[in-house]
């Protein structure tokens, strides 16, 4: 009896929490908010300098994400390794080379591995590259037979033939569309990408990934102030920017950090975090990336907190419904990553990602930017879709869905090229 009643508890519980959520999409109902100044010092002192930036406001902007949002790293790893298990100088119809890299990491006598799949020009040293996770494995970038398929956790995808959690040669290539490895390629840039459940797998269990190497004898999750899994994918990316600094056919110094979606987020995170990156590209990154918080519009702190209560740590919960007490926003994060150049792309049926808040959020980082003498977003009129703006601080928005496309793609090379050659 008591069992049923627990079980129906439960699904109430469920039901009404998901039942009560109604995302706003119309944007003369989004609540009037102040824009937290992100020169005015929590202190209430203004900031007039790039110098002051850097010494007393980047500090506690960065030290508030760290607690409140996403989370702090609990501690150093033991040891970090490279192994290049694979590589050919012939790849992609001769087109590249390719390296397969394992790394380890390794932390009270636990290990963690995770491979990064590297297409570099072929007859070029010192390349500079977008690194990115992708969501399914490094086998489903490409049809090159030689890509190692991995064997973490993954998600199942009917369409991609992946049924218990496990990936297999027929996910390979299924998600090519979305890397524009010939483009990247021709325009002399090289591509890393990493399967993201390989440092910590997208579930709401603390039990496995990076996390657990860094747990006490008796801890089982990370404790509040502590990371969530978008400050984990974001270590990872840095430990893959340890190994690119070790590869001499790799410029380390003009690294991009891309990602999509939820791996936008950790994307951000880890340009605010690790200053090695040169360049930062999010791609829809919506709730907990680039877009506001205080607009509410389309996703909500509430509403990511209760369906991937994993991401952040459990110390932002308390803005769940509670935007307004936030001492930050999401254009503080943006700002973080300046004077390095920084692209927001939305995708105009996007809504959920609140395209007009990731705009928004782009401009009012720009005046960090300006105290470097860098160019952002200087108006305020949100953009015509494909019409973007390239300056230190880029933006567009597309046609579609969203999705990264060759569209996408386009703007970020001819940007990069500008920005980071
Ligand atoms: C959605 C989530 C978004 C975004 C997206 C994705 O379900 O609400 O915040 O991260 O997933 O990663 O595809």
Redesign the pocket.
């Known amino acids: 009896m008591k069992l049923i009643n627990c079980f129906i508890a439960f699904l109430f519980m469920t039901y009404s929490s998901s039942a009560q959520f109604t995302p706003n999409y119309d944007d003369t109902k989004v609540p009037k908010f102040q824009v937290p100044d992100p020169l005015i010092r929590f202190n209430g002192k203004k900031l007039s300098n790039a110098r002051k930036w850097v010494k007393k406001r980047r500090p506690e902007l960065l030290d508030f994400f760290q607690n409140e949002v996403y989370g702090s790293v609990p501690g150093k790893l033991d040891e970090v390794s490279f192994k290049v298990v694979e590589q050919a100088n012939n790849a992609l119809n001769g087109q590249a080379k390719r390296k397969q890299v394992e790394v380890v990491l390794t932390k009270n006598e636990h290990s963690l591995r995770f491979t990064i799949l590297i297409y570099l020009p072929k007859d070029k040293l010192n390349t500079s590259l977008f690194l990115g996770y992708n969501f399914y494995g490094n086998h489903t970038i490409t049809n090159d037979p030689e890509v190692i398929v991995t064997e973490a956790w993954s998600r199942n995808n009917d369409d991609f033939g992946i049924t218990d959690h496990t990936p297999t040669e027929k996910s390979r290539n299924v998600l090519a569309q979305r890397w524009a490895i010939e483009k990247i390629l021709n325009a002399g840039y090289g591509l890393a990408t990493i399967y993201y459940g390989e440092i910590d797998p997208d579930k709401n269990d603390f039990s496995d990934g990076l996390h657990a190497l860094f747990y006490s004898d008796d801890q089982h999750k990370p404790k509040t102030d502590e990371w969530g899994s978008i400050a984990a994918w974001a270590f990872g990316l840095s430990r893959a920017m340890d190994y690119l600094e070790t590869d001499i056919h790799v410029d380390a110094s003009k690294v991009v950090v891309f990602g999509h ?2 791996l936008g ?1 950790a994307a951000l995170w880890t340009g605010a975090t690790d200053e090695r990156f040169a360049g930062v590209i999010s791609n829809n990154s ?3 990336g680039a877009a506001l918080s205080k607009r509410k519009f389309g ?1 909500t702190v509430g509403r ?1 907190n209760q ?1 991937f209560p994993h991401w952040f740590c459990d110390n932002f919960e308390q803005y769940n419904e509670n935007e307004e007490a936030l001492l930050v926003d999401q254009h503080q994060l943006l700002a973080l990553i300046a004077p390095r150049p920084l692209y927001v792309a939305s995708a105009k049926k996007d809504q ?1 990602a609140d395209p007009k808040g990731e705009f928004l959020s782009a401009y009012y980082a720009t005046p960090v930017y300006a105290l470097f003498g860098k160019e952002g977003i200087t108006s305020k009129e949100i953009l015509e879709v494909n019409r973007p703006i390239q300056n230190t601080v880029a933006y567009h928005i597309r046609t579609g869905k969203h999705d990264v496309t060759d569209y996408d793609w386009e703007q970020y090379i001819k940007w990069a090229s500008k920005f980071v050659k």
């Open positions: 979606s939820r987020k919506g709730c907990g996703e990511i369906s959920w």
